[in-house]
């Protein structure tokens, strides 16, 4: 089980890995700076179980590129890929849906509400949910 951070702002990044480390038993984490890397390293892992943290506002390579990179390599679906950005524009919401997100989450910035995402994400995601094994 690993969960994928790709974000380009590295004082999002310190504010992830500090909230993050208030989290029991958590997953492990790998954070990407851009969308190029994570793909590098989707093709050359076999890791089940891997819920996706997408920006989609990066300069090199948007998230909506990397879901579309994603889909083309038909690796979407071996993904929990959840959108999470700071926009809250309906077509970005409705364009992540259709390239295959899972859930779409808007960026807070308080240190306190980020804690509290990443618990439920990993409650929901890694402890609640089933997946399809093999």
């Known amino acids: ?7 380009d702002d590295p004082d999002d990044v310190y504010f992830f890995e500090r909230a993050y480390r208030s989290i029991d038993n958590a997953p492990e984490l790998k ?19 891997q819920v996706l943290l997408l920006d989609l506002n990066m300069p090199a390579m948007s998230g909506f590129e990397v879901m579309e990179a994603l889909r083309a390599e038909h ?11 700071t926009s809250t524009h309906h077509s970005d919401i409705r364009k992540a849906y259709q390239l295959g997100a899972k859930s779409y989450i808007t960026k807070s910035g308080r240190l306190r509400d980020l804690e509290s995402l990443i618990k439920l994400i990993k409650q929901y995601w890694f402890d609640n949910n089933r997946v399809v094994q093999g």
Do not use: K, Q, R
């Open 75 to 85: 690796m979407i679906d071996n993904l929990i890929t959840v959108c999470y950005t």
């Open 1 to 7: 089980m690993e969960l994928l951070l790709v974000e």
């Open 31 to 49: 954070i990407f700076s851009d969308g190029h890397a994570l793909l590098d390293y989707l093709n050359t892992c076999t890791t089940p179980n």
